[in-house]
């Protein structure tokens, strides 16, 4: 019993992050939202598992998502933990594997270099975007502080 | 994986180290995947945001239904208020001096006092004038009655000239900008002028309406905007919008804004303005291909039609009153004839076919279902759906309808095909953060280009507290239903799910939104993962202290707090902020007759005997309506959350 509850509740839970980008109320979603919806229910994909995921949900390259076929894959993701969080000791980690000279912060031409031209590299807006937000008033980018404040408490 | 390593042991490395190689990918990865989830979670709560505000106005719309319906009601009981008190119909529904008659006027001997440092503008209006407006608006200045007045008389002059409909067309001029609501934001105007140019013979603009009202600066802003028309009336258009209407500016803040500006001569603006506005061209087309209107269009749309009535004697002072309320116009229509010369039926029929038309136009709103239906949540105007705008265009030979009157997230949007643009152009509508705004500019080959921009980038955090805050104020308003609602939960089982939880808040607030994931700021869970759900209240507490009211008093005057105050505006003709308090008595208990409310007429005499401070018999119903604001008690806390998610309850 409290397993057919507990599928209600993550099926309840999909449903909505799903209907926040069913703009015509019709069940269905653009593929291009799909990253959003997956990241808001607590999953850290990275671009490869999220190839892989649209591939196996999309309606024949027509571009949509229908629920029919989203909520099983996604509910299955959700029970399986298929795309566990990052901690932040790991993402930390990260950061000190990209900082060579052990100063503690990052310059944006190191970051926008790792990032742009390794793993599955950033767009420039994407770039951009991340200097904006991470870069200090000295142009540094100070991982540490950065990582416990931008660490968002999964929901309930 | 292979191939990403071999490129790397080429490319990268600087220690020649192919474990490092290895460990900064990996590291790479990892940074990139935790980033595009935050960017993410941030477009979410955008999206929350968005919703919460688009649901909470919508429901704000129908309230103003609540209202017209209200004085359909009081309609209803004419001949019982006749007798019984005093005679609030004719106050309400007056039937004003026709727009069209000049008013007695004598601006000219308002006296300008030497200490007055703003613009002394000269009629007719030359460049060296509208710069000094420009300059005085920047600096906070207010623009003195005198000028004011002189100003709105030459535009009422002006606009009596002009056609329903306006025929412009881009064979002697570049491109024209078209605009969407300002509602009152000076800074989005100045930021429009800024980037796209100020108005000028080479610079044509149509403004959609929707120029006055939420903003604080409505006044700056048409001021502008009618300075401009009378400097080149043939570049600069304004289409009226469903805001240009005296009884929404008592309810959405430009009479107010008006009569805290020009404590004298504020009652003669505002009289001027009705004129002006029921004055206002009713839509726009470009080429011949092209419709600009406010809201949209219905199935029973005509431009001929359109072009033909006589459009300020058709709404003059009603057109919200009566809006989605069919009979009553014609009931009200009819029992007007009785006073006065026997006029033929007929023209009540084609006068209230005229008014559907404009209200249509104004008041619309397109979706993706075809077809045609009443505007349930604006109470006036309609849906209409791909097939109705393809067969407007198609009658009319047009190609593209641009219309204003919703907030777009990104100041612009299409539908229907790309057959209808919105344009909104009042960045931060809701909160700071909230969207952007958006201007569309058509060359001769009539392609639209669109540009946006935001007047203050801020954080999500402001917009997100806003819309939350608001949120917990509809919670509070509607605290005695949500109780009983999550006692009936309770009872049974001893505790309520989230399930449960939200059922109660979707039934009892009628808000279509994600309740689950809004949980945690809105209330606490017990340890056994149910709903505590006295926490919902626990943020919010009264303001000042209050009068001993009973507790569902105090809630429903919080509620229709709105409600309350336009009708206090109505009866208070020369807008003093008293009312006597007989009025008062009389409104409120019609009021809550009318709701079906039960509150005695004891609590209200109570009521009155308590605010009435001077005992001189007046209510000063400012104070009256300070005093059943609430509060937030946890403000505080918004300000220390950086990514967070704002006052998450846990």
Known sequence: MAGRKQSADVHQKIRAAFDAFDYEANSTVDVREIGTIIYSLGCFPSQKDLHDFIAKVEEDHTGYIHLDKFLPAMTKVLQEHKFPPISEDLLLQAFEALDKEKKDYLDPEELTKYMTQEGEPFTQEEMEEMLTALADHRNQIHYKDVVSQMTIKPDK | ?650
Not at chain 2, 163 to 188: E, M, V
Request: hydrophobic letters at 35%; proline letters at 4%; one cysteine or more.
């Open chain 2, 1 to 650: 994986m292979a191939r990403v390593v071999f490129k790397h042991a080429f490319h990268l490395n600087l220690k020649g180290n192919l474990w490092d190689c290895v460990a900064a990918m990996k590291a790479a990865v990892l940074i990139q995947r935790w980033y595009r989830r935050y960017i993410a979670r941030l477009e979410m709560r955008r999206r929350y945001t968005w919703n919460i505000f688009q649901s909470i106005e919508y429901a704000g719309e129908q309230d103003q239904l609540q209202l017209s319906s209200f004085f359909s009601f009081m309609l209803d009981n004419f001949t019982q208020l006749n007798g019984n008190g005093p005679d609030l119909i004719s106050q309400l529904l007056d039937p004003l001096v026709d727009p069209w008659l000049d008013r007695e006027t004598c601006y000219n001997q308002i006296h300008v006092p030497e200490s007055y440092t703003g613009p002394r503008l000269s009629f007719p209006l030359s460049v060296s004038d509208t710069s000094a407006l420009l300059s005085a608006f920047k600096e906070q200045q207010t623009l003195h009655a005198r000028y004011a007045l002189q100003l709105l008389y030459e535009t009422k002059k002006l606009l009596k000239q002009m056609p329903n409909i306006i025929h412009l067309s881009t064979s002697y001029i570049k491109d024209i900008t078209i605009c969407g609501d300002l509602h009152g934001r000076l800074d989005d105007l100045l930021l429009i002028f800024y980037k796209n140019g100020l108005p000028s013979a080479d610079t044509p603009y149509v403004f959609n309406g929707d120029f006055v009202d939420r903003g604080k600066k409505s006044m700056e802003v048409v001021i502008l905007l009618f300075a401009y028309l009378l400097l080149y009336p043939d570049s600069m258009h304004l289409n009226r919008g469903n805001h240009e209407d005296h009884i929404m500016n008592l309810r959405y803040g430009f009479t107010k804004e008006v009569m805290q500006k020009y404590k004298t001569h504020g009652h003669e603006m505002l009289q001027l303005f009705q004129d002006i506005f029921s004055l206002l061209p009713v839509a726009t087309v470009i080429d011949g291909k092209i419709l600009i209107v406010h809201g949209g269009i219905s199935d029973q749309t005509d431009l001929d039609f359109l072009s033909s009535i006589e459009r300020h004697k058709v709404t003059g002072h009603r057109s919200v009153l009566q809006t989605g309320k069919k009979n009553e116009i014609h009931r009200r229509l009819s029992s007007q004839q009785q006073s006065e010369p026997k006029q033929e039926p007929r023209n009540a029929q084609s006068e209230l076919s005229s008014l559907l038309q404009i209200v249509d136009i104004l008041w619309s709103d397109p979706k993706t279902q075809e077809g045609c239906s009443p505007n349930t949540f604006r109470g006036g105007g309609c849906y209409f759906g791909p097939d109705v705008t393809q067969r407007l265009l198609l009658r009319h030979g047009l190609q593209l309808l641009i219309r204003s009157h919703e907030c777009k997230q990104e100041g612009y949007e299409l539908c229907h095909g790309g057959q209808v643009i919105t344009i909104f152009s009042a960045s931060n509508y809701y909160e700071e953060g909230s969207n952007r705004g958006a201007y569309v500019k058509l060359g001769r080959e009539l392609v639209p280009r669109f540009y946006q921009y935001q007047v203050s980038r801020s954080t999500l955090r402001a917009a997100e507290g806003s819309a939350l805050r608001a949120l917990k104020e509809k919670l509070f308003a509607h605290r005695c239903e949500l109780m009983a609602g999550f006692l009936q939960s309770f009872l049974p089982s001893g505790s309520v799910s989230v399930s449960e939880w939200a059922q109660v808040l979707e039934s009892v607030l009628r808000l279509d939104l994600p309740w689950r994931t809004l949980r945690p700021h809105l209330t606490r869970l017990a340890p056994d993962g149910s709903v505590d759900y006295p926490s919902c209240f626990e943020d919010m507490g009264p303001g000042n202290p209050l009068p001993q009211v009973a507790p569902n008093l105090a809630e429903t005057l919080f509620r229709y707090r709105t409600d309350i105050e336009i009708i206090f505006n109505i009866i208070d003709k020369d807008h003093s902020g008293l009312i006597s308090a007989e009025e008062f008595r009389h409104t409120w208990r019609l009021f809550s007759a009318h709701l079906g409310v039960d509150i005695n007429d004891r609590a209200i005499d109570d009521l009155a005997r308590s605010i009435d401070f001077n005992k001189d018999g007046s209510i000063d119903f400012t104070e009256f309506l300070e005093a059943f604001r609430v509060v937030h008690k946890l403000d505080s806390k918004d300000q220390h959350l950086s990514g967070k998610m704002d006052g998450e309850k846990c």
